[in-house]
Each structure stands twice: as structure tokens, then as C-alpha cells.
């Protein structure tokens, strides 16, 4: 809905996705500022997900996240599940092009860092390259 009541303001110069994406984005931040229940519950909500069975690399995957501030697991989220491109994401998070691509660079490196500290265990979770 707040889409469409500022549509007005959508400059072409980015994609109308990384425009409707921050939009969003902001909107759910405004929420959590706002309700600190909804941020309570969701805390509750992830302690119960890990009481419960699940893959066997969930609780890898919910490490490594652990170890990632907020902005690098955004990068990660968009960049990698999202699969938006360097410059949507830098429209997005109102930074450079060339930041995102540094700090992506980063997070990987440090994942993978967190994930050798794990030992074999985990070795066939991660594919290399991309």
C-alpha cells in the first residue's frame, strides 16, 4: 500500500524492486522501533525453533548468522536468497555499489572462518566459489 501512495516518488535511475524492497524495509523497522512485544515474540519464536528437530545444518547456519551484525546478514539475505545485484542492494541500503561488494567479500570470508572453527563436521555445507 505504501508502494502505490508513493509511487510518485520512484525514480527510474533504480530498479522499481530494490525501490519497493527499501520501502518495506523501512516500514518493517518503523514496526519493531514501535512494538518491542512483536521483537520479544520474535525472540521468543527463535528459541522455540531451535528446540525443535530440524536439518542437520540448521543449527550450522543459525551459528554462523549468530556471528553476523544486522547489516551483513541483510547483505547476505539479499545477495545471496534474494539474488539481487550489487547495485540493487546499494540502493537498498543507501550505500556504494563497491562497499557491498567489499563488505559481501567480508561476511563470506568470516563465514567461512566461523565454519573451519566448527571442524569437519560440517565440511560438505558450503559450496565453494560463486
Not at 548468522?65 to 541483510?74: A, V, Y
Not at 545477495?79 to 563497491?98: D, G, Q
Not at 559481501?104 to 560440517?122: A, D, T, V
Request: charged share 30%; aromatic share 10%.
Amino acid at each position: 500500500m505504501k508502494g502505490l501512495e508513493h509511487i510518485h516518488q520512484f525514480v527510474p535511475t533504480a530498479s522499481f524492486s530494490a525501490w519497493l524492497y527499501k520501502i518495506a524495509q523501512n516500514h518493517c523497522n518503523d514496526l519493531l522501533k514501535r512494538n518491542t512485544r512483536t521483537f520479544k515474540s520474535f525472540i521468543q519464536y527463535k528459541l522455540n525453533l531451535k528446540q525443535q528437530p530440524v536439518h542437520e545444518y540448521t543449527d550450522l547456519i543459525h551459528e554462523l548468522l549468530d556471528h553476523l551484525t544486522l547489516e551483513e546478514r541483510q547483505i547476505l539475505l539479499l545477495r545471496s536468497l534474494e539474488e539481487y545485484s550489487y547495485e540493487e542492494i546499494a540502493t537498498i541500503m543507501e550505500l556504494k555499489p563497491s562497499n557491498i561488494r567489499k563488505k559481501y567479500e567480508r561476511l563470506r570470508k568470516k563465514l567461512n572462518h566461523q565454519k573451519e572453527k566448527g571442524g569437519k563436521k560440517y565440511e560438505q555445507s558450503f559450496k565453494t566459489g560463486r
